[in-house]
């Protein structure tokens, strides 16, 4: 039974005009564009100085920003209320003064930052106080020693891919499900299958099958193309991240048929479902530390599926973790992926 409500769907996904370009060109473009764009890298932050001092020190001062990647030198302003207004009109993102005697070292620079953005004006003022670094004498017995661990190129895009695989599960496990059954209620189908002797759970099954056969599409797509377009590859077991991948299908997949099961409407449907993983995605650390966030807001991610996912995918595709390092993770993703599979069982009505 199980056997032909499997190819029942799999000839529902064939003969659909979108979905199949959808499951293979979505993948690709994500990987392809996304980790270019989606950098949270601070650069070409501008800089507009006031020189006082008219020194050789500060002139080569000057021209060290004006060589730097990280900065647009926008030029010089005569007195530092002209400087503000510049910030003010969004002409400049930080204001350096050079006073005078700067170049005989009896003064200190002052570092003006736009703190409207505060990670720019925080992290900007600070790649322009370690660029003045080398105007100071420094022993190099202090000097520290640093050691990068992972990343040592510290390329953005290396964080990135992972999460790049949690939003494409997501995306294409959460809400192809959670249309699927709506539009079998629209479409007036589903009223044959509810006549019909077929188990709830045979049912529920044969719809969420061919939904992590996806989510491994989905991740080889990715493992190639991060090969293939950016020289990443992962550290630890392939296997670990397939497994991870399924688990989050799981929850994902049961999540869109929970969803689909108590809506009438697609459009209901659809905004129900992108409630839930816009939260979980914001909550889930895949953009930022989650250890930033308010504590009530922190114990949130004891019930997100996604941060152990993020977590655990992390460990093992940058850090080369094997299974003990994950085990925690995989253990709730397990937990939380049964509770709502069998909700999923549970909640699907045949007297639709």
């Known amino acids: 039974m199980l056997k032909y409500l499997l190819q029942k769907e799999f000839l529902q996904i064939?003969?659909?005009?979108?979905?199949?370009?959808?499951?293979?060109?979505?993948?690709?473009?994500?990987?392809?564009?996304?980790?270019?764009?989606?950098n949270q890298e601070v650069k070409n932050i501008r800089v507009c100085v006031v020189?006082?001092?008219?020194?050789?020190?500060?002139?080569?001062?000057?021209?060290?920003?004006?060589?730097?990647?990280?900065?647009?030198?926008?030029?010089?302003?005569?007195?530092?209320?002209?400087?503000?207004?510049?910030?003010?009109?969004?002409?400049?993102d930080i204001v350096l003064v050079v006073p005078r005697g700067y170049g005989k070292g009896r003064s200190?620079?002052?570092?003006?930052?736009?703190?409207?953005?505060?990670?720019?004006?925080?992290?900007?003022?600070?790649?322009?106080?370690?660029m003045m670094a080398p105007s100071t004498q420094t022993s190099a017995a202090t000097a520290p020693s640093i050691h990068t661990l992972y990343n040592p190129g510290q390329d953005y895009k290396v964080f990135?891919?992972?999460?790049?695989?949690?939003?494409?599960?997501?995306?294409m496990?959460?809400?192809?499900?959670?249309?699927?059954?709506?539009?079998?209620?629209?479409?007036g189908t589903i009223e044959q299958m509810n006549v019909t002797p077929v188990p709830k759970w045979a049912?529920?099954?044969?719809?969420?099958i061919p939904y992590w056969l996806i989510a491994l599409f989905v991740i080889t797509a990715c493992l190639v193309l991060s090969w293939a377009v950016y020289g990443i590859t992962c550290q630890g077991p392939l296997a670990l991240v397939y497994l991870l991948a399924l688990l989050l299908a799981l929850f994902f997949s049961s999540l869109g048929l929970i969803i689909s099961n108590y809506s009438s409407t697609m459009q209901q449907a659809i905004f129900v479902m992108w409630f839930f993983v816009v939260c979980m995605m914001l909550l889930s650390g895949l953009f930022?530390?989650?250890?930033?966030?308010?504590?009530?807001?922190?114990?949130?991610?004891?019930?997100?599926?996604?941060?152990?996912?993020?977590?655990?995918?992390?460990?093992?595709?940058?850090?080369?973790?094997?299974?003990?390092?994950?085990?925690?993770?995989?253990?709730?993703?397990v937990g939380i992926g049964s509770i709502m599979a069998v909700w999923a069982v549970v909640s699907y009505k045949k007297n639709n």
């Open 14 to 38: 064939r003969r659909n005009a979108f979905l199949p370009r959808l499951i293979l060109l979505f993948p690709i473009v994500m990987m392809c564009v996304i980790p270019w764009v989606m």
């Open 203 to 208: 049912f529920i099954l044969a719809k969420l």
């Open 288 to 333: 930022t530390p989650t250890r930033s966030m308010p504590s009530w807001a922190y114990l949130t991610t004891y019930v997100n599926p996604m941060y152990y996912f993020i977590d655990a995918i992390r460990t093992v595709f940058v850090r080369g973790g094997g299974f003990a390092a994950i085990a925690h993770q995989v253990l709730a993703l």
């Open 108 to 130: 200190q620079v002052l570092i003006a930052a736009n703190a409207v953005n505060g990670t720019k004006g925080s992290i900007g003022a600070n790649y322009l106080s370690q």
């Open 160 to 171: 990135m891919i992972p999460a790049l695989f949690a939003i494409l599960t997501m995306l």
């Open 173 to 187: 496990c959460g809400f192809l499900p959670t249309l699927n059954i709506v539009g079998e209620k629209e479409a």
């Open 51 to 92: 020189d006082n001092d008219r020194s050789t020190t500060s002139q080569q001062l000057v021209h060290r920003i004006e060589a730097s990647n990280y900065f647009m030198f926008t030029g010089r302003q005569p007195t530092y209320a002209e400087a503000l207004h510049a910030i003010e009109t969004s002409r400049a």
